[in-house]
């Protein structure tokens, strides 16, 4: 049983166009997470939300819109993709524990690849 | 603000030999450590981590780090490097919890470790 899934695992799309990744976790947990790995293998956050709730955005520009329908998924869209969103997005998540210590649970990745 | 260093973006060992990646934090309060791996086209997956006590921290795979204070170190070793170890490990950093649920993974730079027969 996969943990956290992401879809689609590819995307190639063209400079200006929409779109969307999905993001699902069956872990039960109440936090999920963006990530952004740029093509040195540069890991940074870029949104976080617990149980529906917007915690964390990292200075991104509001072209990236995440969206929580409830506290298994977060989707990430990305409106007017730009040559420099190219990366390999990942999602996580983590059960809230009330401390720093969490551990957090990685999808498998999804390489948006903007031309 | 909270920071990691890795020294090394690349090392590579010899099968058999002694696996031993940098990592160096930067936290203004005590932090929490943590070590995931990388391997190929796949997701980020825990290896250890440090919250309290014991400074030795034992992980999957035969992997251990200790966490050094007074060195602001958390160096990732490994008795007998395997083939399979080869892969991209990231050292991370944790400070405080964060309001509203949830915690900051602030990540190194990444170590790709190579194994050779």
């Known amino acids: 049983d996969t943990a956290v899934s992401q879809t689609p695992k590819y995307l190639v799309t063209q400079m200006g166009n929409d779109k969307s990744i999905k993001c699902e976790q069956n872990?039960?947990?109440?936090?999920m997470y963006w990530y952004k790995q740029d093509s040195k293998k540069f890991l940074k956050i870029m949104f976080s939300?617990?149980?529906?709730?917007?915690?964390i955005n990292e200075t991104v520009p509001n072209r990236f819109s995440p969206k929580s329908p409830d506290k298994a998924h977060l989707n990430l869209h990305i409106n007017s993709l730009e040559l420099g969103d190219s990366a390999v997005y990942f999602c996580a998540s983590s059960q809230v524990s009330g401390s720093a210590t969490d551990t957090q649970y990685f999808g498998p990745g999804t390489r948006l690849t903007v031309l | 603000a909270q920071s990691v260093t890795q020294l090394g973006s690349h090392v590579s060992v010899s099968e058999g030999a002694l696996v031993l990646l940098r990592c160096n934090y930067s936290s203004s309060v005590p932090p929490y450590l943590f070590w995931y791996v990388q391997y190929p086209n796949q997701g980020l997956q825990l290896l250890l981590k440090?919250?309290?006590?014991?400074?030795l921290v034992k992980g999957i795979n035969g992997f251990e780090a200790e966490f050094k204070k007074s060195e602001t170190s958390f160096h990732l070793t490994k008795p007998s490097a395997h083939m399979s170890d080869a892969a991209e490990y990231f050292c991370?950093?944790?400070?405080?919890?964060?309001?509203?649920?949830?915690?900051?993974?602030?990540f190194g730079t990444g170590t790709q470790l190579k194994v050779e027969l």
């Open positions: 939300y617990n149980n529906k709730e917007l915690i």
């Open positions: 991370a950093v944790s400070d405080l919890p964060l309001t509203g649920g949830g915690n900051k993974l602030t």
């Open positions: 440090y919250t309290t006590g014991a400074t």
């Open positions: 872990l039960g947990h109440d936090t």
